[in-house]
């Protein structure tokens, strides 16, 4: 036996995993334990470069100091090279630890047009695809698959092996902001594109070739009251008028069928229901009742981030998402989180109080090692042990490549959904003299003459932002919530250019806005979930044809979404366009 395998008797790769498992478990001391039960934020820095703008810590002191063995990168560059330069500086990091445990690097999605830090990360060097949503439009588990398996490779490439997704969430509130980065309203739907999603990313067989998908929100978190989100306290409430709880737990079925290898509860908590009223991170009746012995999971149970400590976020103050038991210490709320049956603190870096509570006796070191056994496991099954590196040198030539970029346009194009069409102005000719507004000038300019007035044109493009409204914090304004409908100068100016010339409007559909007043004098309306200016003209000329059919109804006015029942699919009274439409030429 090689003289590391005689030292480090869980390197060798002849032994079972769980063998592995227990011996280098056993080689582990409180310290270490505690430390793999949290994974943080960090960004791409030097290894002793503390991040002065979010309060994160240095790699050094995470991993060092800390003991800390899960990280999730945060925010993007302009180079895969550097991601795997840096990726790789934390492993050798790691590797000059007392056991040497590799880090796993996860990450929120990083592929879409999505502009929330708080969700998901700009695409930067990565095949830009249209958001979830978009995926959905299309409604083909071959596309979602292709994608799922074109992101794996370009996470490989840089070292992200734990994917903070997919979101199988059903969209049955109007109103809540989280709805792009779901596949909409419809059950069927969501629990087959979210499994193609989990064969995507995991491969036929889970191994060193894998990214470890993290399904989230667990059991749903669609049902928010009144569309607002458990980011933030006046938005904790889950509620189910409809007796619908159940409706929202088959997707997370399906993907656990697929063999999601992860699980994130959300932030919010259930009301009125026979589970706890607190936050589902901390709710033993729905992550061990309900996860654990009802449907059999034993993968790795994350919480959502930042359910221990108060932070700031931008400068302001952003208190811990401990809904339902904010009378709680921090300490006191990591025990119920683990008395719940969660096995890591997401967004947490404080494993100096499971260390007290283990060394004061309120918990038992047996526990951790419950949690610790799956984390383990899921580093030794991803190959960290035997190659944790990449290949810094081939990072730029596989993320972004050609093939991968094509795909990802060839997506934003299906994904663009035709809803009217009058009298047939659609598919445009080229070279028409064309008015454009949210678009950039100079894409237009391939496909026709731009023109600076309305009224010089033949034809006018129009893109426009889904409306929400603007609320007190900077953080939370990247939550899009409130109204549906636009805002009354918004509409004025869409009729004022539709007056004067046949005017396209298409808009940016993150939560499916109230379209009714732009209906009655746009000549050709579509929504796209993330699309460049160019996919879209492609399909305004004809180069492709629309296919794409709508992912969730689109409610014909606010006090129809206002008398909806939250947990109900299609649930909205007469709605202008229903869940499946959509028009071709």
């Not at 002065?52 to 180079?79: I, K, Q, Y």
């Not at 992860?262 to 026979?274: E, K, L, N």
């Not at 959502?304 to 208190?319: N, V, Y």
Request: hydrophobic share 45%; with cysteine; glycine share 8%.
């Amino acid at each position: 036996m090689p003289e590391t395998t005689t030292a480090r008797p869980w390197l060798d790769t002849a032994l079972p995993v769980a063998e592995r498992v227990e011996l280098l478990l056993g080689e582990m001391t409180l310290e270490e334990k505690a430390g793999l039960l949290f994974q943080t934020m960090i960004g791409v820095a030097e290894m002793d470069a503390a991040d002065p703008v979010f309060g994160m810590p240095s790699a050094v002191d995470l991993v060092e100091s800390r003991r800390m063995t899960h990280v999730n990168l945060f925010g993007t560059t302009t180079s895969a090279r550097e991601i795997a330069h840096w990726h790789n500086e934390l492993q050798r990091l790691a590797a000059s630890t007392r056991l040497g445990i590799p880090v796993t690097v996860s990450t929120d999605p990083r592929h879409s047009f999505t502009d929330n830090p708080g969700t998901a990360m700009l695409a930067g060097p990565f095949s830009q695809w249209p958001e979830p949503l978009g995926l959905a439009a299309i409604g083909d588990e071959a596309t979602v698959e292709r994608f799922a398996d074109i992101a794996r490779q370009e996470y490989l490439a840089v070292g992200l092996r734990a994917a903070l997704h997919p979101q199988v969430d059903l969209a049955t509130e109007p109103r809540w902001s989280r709805q792009a980065s779901t596949f909409g309203e419809d059950v069927a739907l969501t629990s087959r594109l979210g499994a193609a999603y989990v064969r995507g990313f995991q491969g036929e067989s889970f191994g060193a070739a894998s990214v470890s998908t993290m399904t989230k929100h667990f059991p749903g978190g669609g049902p928010q009251k009144d569309g607002e989100d458990p980011h933030f306290a006046h938005g904790r409430e889950q509620v189910y008028p409809g007796g619908e709880f159940e409706r929202h737990l088959k997707p997370f079925e399906a993907l656990i069928a697929a063999g999601t290898r992860q699980m994130m509860p959300y932030y919010g908590m259930p009301v009125g229901t026979a589970y706890e009223e607190v936050g589902f991170g901390f709710n033993r009746s729905v992550v061990t009742g309900l996860l654990r012995e009802r449907l059999g999971f034993d993968g790795v149970v994350c919480t959502d981030w930042g359910l221990i400590s108060d932070a700031e976020i931008f400068g302001q103050p952003f208190p811990a998402r401990a809904w339902g038991v904010e009378h709680l210490t921090p300490r006191e709320r990591m025990k119920k989180v683990l008395d719940a049956g969660a096995d890591q603190f997401g967004g947490e870096a404080c494993p100096e109080l499971l260390i007290a509570l283990v060394s004061d006796g309120e918990i038992d070191e047996a526990r951790l090692d419950v949690s610790a056994r799956r984390l383990l496991r899921e580093k030794f099954e991803l190959g960290l042990f035997e190659d944790p590196f990449v290949d810094e040198d081939a990072a730029d030539a596989i993320v972004g490549k050609a093939e991968f970029r094509a795909a990802g346009e060839a997506a934003q194009r299906a994904s663009i959904t035709l809803l009217t069409n009058r009298d047939a102005v659609l598919p445009l000719q080229r070279g028409l003299r064309v008015y454009v507004e949210g678009m950039d000038a100079a894409a237009a300019a391939v496909y026709g003459e731009v023109v600076e007035r309305p009224e010089d044109a033949d034809v006018a493009v129009l893109r426009l932002q889904a409306p929400f409204e603007e609320r007190a914090t900077t953080f939370e304004n990247f939550f899009h919530s409130g109204s549906l409908d636009f805002a009354e100068d918004v509409l004025a100016h869409v009729r004022d250019i539709a007056a004067r010339v046949p005017t396209v409007v298409d808009v940016f559909a993150d939560r499916p806005a109230i379209l009714t007043p732009i209906v009655e004098v746009a000549a050709a309306v579509t929504v796209n979930w993330g699309a460049s200016a160019a996919a879209l003209l492609d399909v305004l000329t004809g180069v492709v044809t629309p296919r794409a059919t709508l992912p969730f109804d689109l409610p014909r006015s606010m006090a129809a979404v206002e008398a909806s029942r939250p947990d109900v699919p299609f649930d909205t009274a007469d709605p202008l366009f229903r869940f499946g439409h959509g028009l071709t030429y």
